[in-house]
């Protein structure tokens, strides 16, 4: 029961009596509900999942420390949340406004009998449990597997848009549910795009490839980027910038650990690039929570005073992009503990060479 | 310029003097720039694209009559739509209320200069173009090369999810962009769920298979639903539903025109169904609009008063579902002429009898 106590302690924090529900994250988080349909509703003494008809049978097998409620065309959403709202005398009630739309918050304002007021629940799912560690280790490993076949099968003459097809493919038949995300494969110029999504593009030898892809293991996510050679390395330049990358990467995982700023983090590697002489060419954040959204609280960005927790996933992403030349991105997924973190994704950081 | 001039009716009819779009479908539509960053803002006298250096050079090529604009840390949105209220003199300024979370429209209130009215564009890509028609048309067209490949492909002893991981894989080699929405794969008794999703079933000899999927072409959707026997049929009761179903959906799409409305076409296929002593067991909406998203404006539902226009393209799927034994639906995307309607899915209706 952390997950709810840990909603509680927010609840607490932000003086409220009670909570709505409706991202499917946080649902599937707290209920086992992986749905647009139907909320979650805890309160300081209960907590319920109000669902439609499809949708209650499974919902009283997944979530056995809810109350499951059916609604019907007399037994609303609304008139079931006021029944709940005077019997438990809530007057503050939360709602998650950077998910409700406009539309949806203006009707129930409008019939539920308490003040509404927007929390942000972003850190709710920051620290993971052992289980969810577990699949996200899971999602980390397939995508391992992934990538050593696609360093076999890739060659010169196929379209980035092949490669991509390949990846879904192998995820599916090593046990991932899917992709968590639209990948990215960007090859010789496209690689200056940080979010390069693989075109009809054919890669050829002696350009750099950047794959970022990552795997959906029970809607659980990974997250990992490699960038390797076609054959040879055609600019001299970009090998020079992978070794940076490297470096600023390999630094940045040494330092994780709880205690430490994530602005911190992004600092160790940041500074090692720029003193490359290349920092003007690392535009985005070093990384970013990763869970049952691909992004999640907490951002590994410049001056981000957050502070590591034990039991938190990020991701360790810093990139070199230059202009119609070309870029490097590597990316581990990334555990952090007491004193120390351990590095999901295994797969190798040196400059691979395939075939070409 | 249908489009914006569509749009424009839209603000005159709602008393509006501008309207802010966020929605990626509705920016694709009307701007050609599909995604979660950035908004078109259209005025009764102009039109405008606001986004982030990331997308500026895109825009500006692709969004040809459009005013582009790159926001920055000083320009940013809300400066940018101040100064536009301003010089237009804008008084009322709509959004999308359906779209828009609360979290936002909350920050945009604040600091815009003009009353906003949360609006419903659920209309407004209803009346497909000859070039939109033409890309449902091959999204429909790839559907069907998969569909036949898969009766090709499918055996007993196979599960629900390798067939799933079979239809992904053709789309894409088809020269679809990718399936359109989660694919449903559902066997023997799974077909008794409207909405189940292909799961580690074993499928077997004598099994009903209901699939339902659609393409991805160029951000436009397909959508069809057959249902096959694997080797015989094994239940006389099933092979009566299907005849009932393949009636209903027959006369339904024989009845599709302009100026019929879409509560009509719903109850000329509930009727034969609850005719045939199904009615309870076809518990689901006849079909729904489809485009740039796999459910658009209008629904074909019991009772709509919606008129059918030319150039609309609907599904039309009925189905009949008994728990415990097994479901059947056919569904096809129909394009509405003047007097008639073309059946843009072109595979049989006919009960096909796989390898089993």
Not at 68 to 75: F, G, P, Y
Request: with cysteine.
């Amino acid at each position: 029961m952390t997950k709810l106590s840990n909603l509680r302690k927010l609840l607490e924090i932000n003086e409220l009596d009670a909570i709505l529900i409706a991202s499917p994250y946080n649902k599937f988080y707290l209920a086992n509900l992986y749905s647009g349909s139907g909320y979650v509703f805890v309160t300081n003494k209960s907590q319920y999942v109000i669902v439609d008809a499809r949708y209650y049978a499974q919902v009283k097998e997944n979530a056995k420390d809810f109350i499951v409620i059916e609604t019907s065309k007399i037994n609303t959403l609304e008139n079931i949340l006021n029944r709940i709202i005077r019997e438990e005398d809530i007057q503050k009630l939360g709602f998650e406004g950077e998910h409700i739309t406009f539309d949806t918050f203006f009707c129930l304002n409008m019939q539920l009998q308490a003040l509404m007021i927007s929390i942000s629940l972003k850190s709710l799912r920051s620290l993971k449990s052992e289980a969810e560690i577990k699949m996200i280790e899971e999602a980390a490993l397939i995508g391992d597997k992934v990538y050593s076949h696609i360093l076999e099968y890739i060659e010169p003459g196929m379209s980035e848009r092949q490669v991509e097809n390949e990846l879904v493919r192998m995820i599916k038949e090593c046990g991932g549910k899917k992709e968590s995300f639209d990948i990215i494969v960007a090859s010789g110029e496209r690689g200056a795009f940080p979010h390069g999504k693989a075109s009809d593009k054919i890669i050829q030898t002696g350009e750099f490839v950047t794959i970022d892809f990552g795997v959906n293991f029970n809607n659980y996510c990974s997250d990992m980027t490699r960038t390797f050679a076609m054959g040879y390395v055609k600019d001299r330049q970009l090998k020079e910038i992978y070794e940076v990358v490297r470096k600023a990467q390999e630094a940045a995982v040494q330092n994780i650990r709880a205690g430490v700023t994530a602005g911190e983090i992004d600092a160790i590697a940041r500074n090692i690039i720029k003193e490359a002489g290349w920092g003007e060419y690392f535009g985005h954040n070093l990384g970013h929570g990763i869970g049952i959204m691909v992004h999640e609280h907490p951002d590994l960005s410049p001056g981000s005073p957050v502070v590591l927790e034990e039991g938190m996933v990020v991701t360790v992403e810093p990139g070199v992009y230059i202009p119609s030349i070309g870029g490097v991105r590597i990316e581990d997924d990334v555990l952090v503990n007491k004193n120390s973190c351990v590095v999901l994704t295994k797969s190798s950081r040196d400059l691979m060479i395939v075939k070409g």
